[in-house]
């Protein structure tokens, strides 16, 4: 859920990291304006802080600073065994400390969606805007994640029932794609909408942004951090809808194959202060094709 990202040429913002208290690595990438507002991205699954790439222009020319960290066990950050979605709290606001952070704003893609969600139930004081685009929703409604993208349904199973096997699936995908590119390509294309496969199309032909560049950061380390936030997504979340009680924007797609609609509809059914942005015609890249207005909405409500 939110493997497509484009990323730049590497420099020293791409690959910082710090040391947490309990001794893992904590890795984040910025982009954007530095000395703006900040704005924690957190990426989808499976993806690392390079997806945060996909909003630079937009938050550089809107005077916002974007921090992007990964999750652990993907990209720079340590794997951490029996973690819980809450449990990114703890790594955000030493991340936010150590960048000298007292409030910032979350802006939430795709399967990072339950993340920023556990902030505005957690942390609402230190925030002051929370933004979820295209998120999922949490897997206590009947058959919530049946009908999600085909690579990510297969994946969400088999990190459930045989985690081993989801791995073999991801170390096969990043082979593969790195192989045989084109095929590669073509294979992500496949769960996209119409509308979609247009952006990924642009994606393809802008140097020197690939595509795929996110997704495979993702798994530099192995495949354990993202098969454990593919179980996460569909196991019971550790806190519920209800509890927030702090604003949240939703941005979605009508179109988006990969987290249908509904999701949307049901959190913001469940959530009291939450308003819904629906894109008409849009798919599961809405991150990209309406950065602009996803970054001009957040910069108005935090002025």
Known sequence: MGQFAGVAG??????????????????????GDPDGRPLLF??????????????????????????????????LSTY????????????????????????FSVLAYSGGGPYGLAAAARLPDRLDHIVIVSGCSPPDRPDALSDTGMIDRVLTVLAQRYPPGAGLVLRSMVLGARGFPRIGLKFWEADLSESDREAFKAMVARAPVNPLGSFFEALRAGPEGAVHDYRLLADPWSFLPEEITAPVQFWHG?????????????????????????????????VRSAAESIIDELVAATH
Request: negative net charge.
């Open 254 to 286: 009508d179109a988006d194959p990969i987290v249908p609609l509904h999701h949307a509809h049901d959190l913001v059914a469940r959530i009291l202060r939450a308003r819904l942005h629906v894109v008409p015609g849009a798919g599961h890249l809405l």
């Open 10 to 31: 590497a420099s020293e913002l791409d690959h910082q990291a710090l040391l947490l208290p309990d001794g893992r690595t904590f890795g984040w990438a910025e982009y």
């Open 42 to 75: 957190f990426h989808g699954t499976p993806s690392s802080r390079l997806d945060g790439y996909t909003l630079h222009d937009a938050a550089s020319e809107r005077g916002v600073r974007l921090i992007a960290p990964d999750r652990p066990g993907m990209g």
């Open 80 to 103: 951490q065994p029996n973690r819980r979605i809450l449990d990114n709290n703890a790594d955000v606001e030493v991340l936010a400390d150590h960048l000298g952070l007292e409030r």
